[in-house]
Each structure stands twice: as structure tokens, then as C-alpha cells.
């Protein structure tokens, strides 16, 4: 009886496998790998698509599916947080396929999990520790924004980078004038100078470049140098005569 009833059992216990979700199916095709991790992708279920879509790329690196597989995944990185494997996924692709039509989409995601890192970044951060660390991700996020503008002006994702492009250059003009109030309220004027030089040089399109222009004068006053201290003023009373130092002469 036990030997008749296997069969029954073993097709039971088939079933309940190909019924699970979570069980991975190690004869799956590579249309079949690809399609769950679509359907998990749509059903936010970013691990799972995780999952399949390396599998996938483990079993038929050269498969149909193989180069879209590799977009995917740098999207289920980026959703899931796995920032490090996004970077790696993204710049894998670019070295694979450099003539590839979706280049720039690789390179628009490697910008935005930079950019989302970045952001993570100055959200825990506070007061001094914040003014004193180099926000990297933000510097890299704007270098790869600018070099998907410059590399592929006409791309659908163009209009958006210029946008972000803005937007991290005020990030990063704060960051800089958060150095150089830090650095003026413990009387290195020196330092304070210079980074007031670095947002008036490198981020003039932004807010930040007023007070950038008060903190140099100010530094200049301390350190005795009336004649640089002269000089920026006489560029605020030219460039910025909205300025609340428009009109001091000395």
C-alpha cells in the first residue's frame, strides 16, 4: 500500500513546491526567472526580484533576458536601499554594454541612488559632525547628472537631471556655508575664507553666495587684510547691489 500511495505523494508534495511563492524552482527557465521577478517588481516586492533576477544572471549570463536583467536589478537595488550593489550593478552594465541604447538609463540611476544616498546622508547628520563630513554622494550624484546631460542631451531623463543638477548645487552651496559658519564661530577665519571663496567660486547661481560674500568680508576684517576685505566689497557693490553690504565703503 505505502509503495502504491508513493507516486500520489510525491505528486502531492510537487505541487505544494511549485504552489510557494518562496520556493525557487531550480529547473526554471530564464523566461520563467525573468517574468517572476517582473511580477515582483510591479508587486514592490523588491527581494524577491532581487533574488530571481541573480539567479537569472547567475544561470543564463548570455541569455535574452541577460542585459534587461541587468536594468533591473540596478532598479531592485535602488528601491530595497542596497545602494553599494545599485553602484555596482549600474557600472557593470555601462562597462558591458557601452554602446547600448539604455546607457542612459544606467547612468540616470547610478545619479539617483547617489543623489537618495547623499540624501540619506544629511538626514542623519547634525551640527558640527554634519558640517564637518565631505557629503561624497552628493558630489558624485551631480558629476554623474551632469555627465548624463553632457553625454546624452537628448535623453528622456535630460529635462529631469538639469532639475536635479539645481538642486544638488544648493545642496552642496549649504553644506559649504554650514563649513564656513562652523569654521567663523570658532575664529579660524582662515578656513572660513576659504570656504566662503569655494561657494562664491564654484556655486554662484545660489542663495548661499550672500552670506558666502558676508563670511569673506567678515574673515578678511579679523585677519587685518583691508585690502582683500576692500576688493569683495567693491564686487558686492558691482554684482550684488541688493546686498546688505551694497553700500559700506570701508
Known amino acids: 500500500r505505502l509503495l502504491r500511495a508513493l507516486p500520489l505523494l510525491l505528486a502531492i508534495a510537487g505541487c505544494s513546491t511549485l504552489a510557494d511563492p518562496d520556493v525557487e524552482d531550480t529547473n526554471a527557465s530564464a523566461a520563467e526567472l525573468y517574468n ?18 541573480e539567479t537569472l544572471q547567475a544561470r543564463y549570463p548570455f541569455g535574452e533576458h541577460a542585459q534587461q536583467a541587468q536594468l533591473d536589478i540596478i532598479y531592485a537595488y535602488f ?35 547617489n543623489m537618495s544616498r547623499g ?31 553632457a553625454e546624452f542631451p537628448a535623453t528622456e531623463y535630460a529635462a529631469d537631471a538639469r532639475e536635479r543638477i539645481a538642486i544638488l548645487r544648493d545642496q552642496l552651496a549649504r553644506h559649504e556655508l554650514d563649513v564656513a559658519r562652523f569654521y567663523q564661530s570658532r575664529a579660524a ?32 576684517q579679523q585677519l587685518g587684510l583691508s585690502g582683500l576685505r576692500q576688493d569683495v566689497l567693491r564686487v558686492i557693490r558691482e554684482k550684488y547691489p541688493e546686498h546688505p553690504l551694497a553700500g559700506q565703503s570701508g
Open 189 to 220: 577665519y582662515v578656513a572660513a575664507a576659504n570656504r566662503a571663496k569655494t561657494i562664491i567660486e564654484g556655486y554662484q547661481d545660489t542663495p548661499a553666495v550672500n552670506e558666502a560674500l558676508t563670511i569673506l568680508v567678515d574673515a578678511y
Open 36 to 53: 517572476e521577478a517582473r511580477s515582483a517588481l510591479r508587486s514592490k516586492n523588491f527581494q524577491t526580484a532581487i533574488e530571481r533576477l
Open 79 to 113: 528601491k530595497s536601499e542596497e545602494w553599494d550593489a545599485a553602484i555596482t550593478a549600474a557600472d557593470r552594465f555601462i562597462r558591458l554594454n557601452p554602446t547600448h541604447p539604455r546607457v542612459d538609463y544606467a547612468l540616470y540611476m547610478r545619479a539617483s541612488v
Open 119 to 149: 540624501r540619506d546622508f544629511l538626514g542623519r547628520l547634525f551640527g558640527t559632525e554634519r558640517a564637518l563630513r565631505d557629503p561624497q554622494p552628493l558630489r558624485q550624484a551631480l558629476a554623474d547628472f551632469q555627465r548624463l546631460v
